[in-house]
């Protein structure tokens, strides 16, 4: 579609948001990075970079982030945390999932599930995946960016060798056309309704609710190793709370889960012990 057109379409969806300056490429690097060099000149909280395709999205561990044209949600939101939110920091990319979570129930009628710590999977497939970068100058915060990838067309699914976990989209899962700019503004909607609950009892209560693998076998990779057991669910910081073999409470605050079946596994990944 014409790039003005697209343009025009997005615009008109987040009329009414209170989104400081909206940014629209039709094709650049990563978001994150517009995001980034906007929040050092002078960005707004709430400020928005969207692109209709990126041709270096970033993953988390610089990963890469596969963003086709005309077929994905490509976003970057510029926040300036609070002094209340400053303490939870690590709550931000959870903010994002359940975001993303409450706008495609509204937007598409799907039930996710939040892979820890930040994964939005439908059906066990992974739907969308978060990025939340500070920015720092010397020791003060400047700003934090939040990095949203969601497949909404099929067209957007990258071809499996290229996949850590197996993939889908938005219209997989509906079964029907959707409007991606209208699912944009339903998760930006979300999202600043959940900003308001950020750390709250009901934040926690949402995300476990939604928390995949719960009470299941899993492996977690984690910079210093494997760790294998059933996911618990959350502590109050965030981190992730398995129970091992042995009965020992561990918890993660940096790591990649999958299923401890064989089956589901992501793809590629072999275990580094078996059950
Ligand atoms: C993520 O990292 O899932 C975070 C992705 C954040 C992307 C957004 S898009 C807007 C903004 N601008 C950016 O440059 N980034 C953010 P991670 O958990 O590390 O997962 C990365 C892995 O997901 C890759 O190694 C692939 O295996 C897989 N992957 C890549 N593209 C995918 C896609 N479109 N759908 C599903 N999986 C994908």
């Known amino acids: 579609m014409d790039p003005s057109i697209e343009e025009k379409s997005l615009r008109a969806a987040l009329a009414g948001l209170p989104l400081a300056e909206v940014r629209y490429c039709a094709v650049t690097g990563s978001t994150n990075d517009d995001a980034q060099r906007w929040l050092e000149n002078g960005a707004a909280d709430f400020a928005l970079v969207v692109a209709d395709q990126q041709t270096a999205g970033r993953g988390r561990l610089n990963r890469r982030w596969i963003t086709a044209a005309g077929a994905a949600l490509a976003f970057s939101l510029i926040l300036h945390p609070t002094q209340a939110e400053m ?21 598409c009628g799907l039930q996710v599930q939040i892979k820890w710590p930040n994964d939005v999977l439908l059906g066990r497939r992974k739907v969308c995946g978060i990025l939340a970068e500070t920015n720092w100058q010397a020791e003060s915060l400047t700003g934090v960016v939040l990095g949203i990838g969601v497949n909404v067309a099929p067209t957007s699914i990258p071809p ?22 209208e699912l944009l503004a339903a998760v930006l909607k979300a999202l600043f309704a959940w900003r308001q609950r950020l750390g709250s009892p009901e934040f926690f209560q949402a995300w476990e609710n939604r928390l995949a693998f719960k009470d299941e076998p899993v492996q977690v990779q984690t910079p210093s190793g494997a760790l294998e057991g059933t996911l618990v669910g959350i502590d109050a910081q965030g981190g992730l709370v398995l129970r091992t073999g042995a009965g020992k409470r561990e918890v993660i605050t940096v790591g990649d889960v999958s299923l401890g079946s064989p089956g589901l596994r992501p793809v590629g990944q072999t275990p580094t012990k078996t059950a």
Do not use: I, K, N, Y
Not at 87 to 107: E, F, K, Q, T, Y
Not at 160 to 181: C, I, K
């Open 87 to 107: 303490s939870r920091l690590a709550l931000l990319s959870p903010l994002a999932g359940l975001a993303v979570a409450d706008g495609l129930a509204a937007c």
């Open 160 to 181: 499996a060798d290229l996949l850590m976990f197996p993939a889908t989209s938005v219209e997989d899962a509906a079964g029907r056309p959707v409007q991606r700019w």
